[in-house]
């Protein structure tokens, strides 16, 4: 019901070729799980260069999806969540391969692809709040400036949630001196550890300077419905976190495996309050439409 309802939107709302690139990394990117899922836990049989093959392909298809996109809509890719979510999952993906390039972490990929194919699970929910034809996105510079980098901000945040999930995994196998098969493609707890910093480090002062950014440009009407905007409020929820694993580190309270417990935490909180505040959103769009209707 959920692919049927998706499938109608993109039909109704862009173009052929659009369309054609969106369907194409969606499922790209699902392959791409399934086999870096393979490639883990059954190494000898399935390599982990398709995963990354695969996923290339689609993080290509997803590009060329958003150049359509802007091409033929402006900025309006930008005011609507089913889409700012998928902008999140580009920027990950792209954050995903140029990390490994620079720095090769065997194993990352049997998360961050999965990872990818949840956020497009959870896209499909926010199928509904995909803007109609005729809708303007964003205009003003320094709003378009705040959309993208708190996406950005969102598509880091999901890395150092996957480089967690790791961490967590392999230092509990190491404690009980036991080495699961499927872990010995993984990075060093060293090397996730850092990234997971690193993830945080930079995620915070993009969130923040989006924030900024996008406050100098709201406009009168755009400060009376923040209490009613899933994208801003779930945004600050993710500042919030990252605030607090920071101030956690920065003072002692979170160390050893606390911090990274708290970016798993956090990652919940936020998937559920797009989630939630989302439907919410949605709920309240088919509630006007009917009350419309009605009259």
């Not at 070729?17 to 969106?22: D, H, N, S």
């Not at 290509?60 to 958003?66: E, I, K, V």
């Not at 089913?82 to 792209?94: K, P, Y």
């Not at 709040?129 to 005729?134: A, K, L, N």
């Amino acid at each position: 019901m959920l692919a049927d309802t998706f499938h109608s939107f993109s039909q109704q709302t862009m173009g052929t070729f659009t369309a054609l690139m969106l369907h194409l990394a969606i499922g790209g990117f699902f392959l791409a799980a399934i086999l870096s899922l393979a490639a883990l836990l059954l190494p000898s049989r399935v390599k982990s260069g398709a995963a990354d093959i695969t996923g290339v392909a689609s993080t290509l298809a997803l590009a060329l999806f958003f150049a359509g996109r802007f091409a033929e809509a402006g900025t309006e890719p930008l005011s609507n969540m089913f889409e700012v979510v998928a902008l999140s999952a580009l920027f990950l993906a792209v954050a995903y391969l140029v990390a490994s390039r620079l720095k090769p972490m065997r194993g990352v990929s049997a998360f961050a692809y999965p990872a990818l194919a949840v956020i497009f699970i959870v896209d499909y929910l926010l199928a509904p709040t995909f803007v109609r034809p005729g809708h303007h996105g964003p205009e003003e510079p320094l709003l378009v400036a705040h959309v993208v980098l708190v996406i950005l901000s969102y598509g880091v945040y999901f890395l150092a949630a996957a480089a967690a999930v790791m961490y967590l995994l392999q230092e509990r196998q190491i404690k009980r001196h036991k080495e699961a098969r499927f872990m010995k493609d993984f990075p060093s707890l060293e090397s996730l550890r850092k990234l997971v910093n690193t993830c945080i480090v930079v995620g915070l002062p993009l969130l923040s300077v989006g924030f900024i950014l996008g406050f100098l440009a709201f406009s009168r009407e755009d400060w009376s419905s923040l209490p009613a905007n899933p994208k801003v409020l779930a945004s600050m929820v993710l500042w919030l976190v990252l605030i607090g694993i920071y101030l956690g580190r920065l003072t002692g309270l979170l160390h050893g495996r606390r911090p990274f417990y708290w970016v798993l935490v956090g990652f919940c909180f936020v998937i559920l309050s797009y989630v939630g505040l989302g439907l919410m959103s949605v709920r309240a769009q088919q509630a006007t439409h009917t009350a419309l209707e009605a009259r």
